[in-house]
């Protein structure tokens, strides 16, 4: 019996840079999409944003908080509020493609209306 050995080329995969869709920005929100209050007083606030540009997955912080990472381009945050101050909050959104994207906003509660 012969055995002929057959030399295989070895493949090693090439990691490949995210392929931006341009710049990365989103829109700074101006009111909540939802709230609700809870049980002990305060309020449950989501912000959708509407990410745009960059390459999927985004990285999403609440302030400084790690909210997400996604392939969403509109993610949602949710966070705890409680008084009538306006919301003033920072959100930066980080793409695959090495781009950062940062906006302050400031939002009248709607619940003291």
Known sequence: MTVTLTPTTTVTP???TPVSTG??????PAELDRWQPLEDGEMEATIVLQITGGAPPYTVYHDASLVTTTWDSNPAITFQARG???LVHTITVESAD???ARHDYWIPVPWCD
């Open 14 to 16: 090439t990691p490949t």
């Open 23 to 28: 710049p990365l920005d989103f829109a700074v």
């Open 84 to 86: 009538c101050s306006a």
């Open 98 to 100: 090495g781009q950062t």
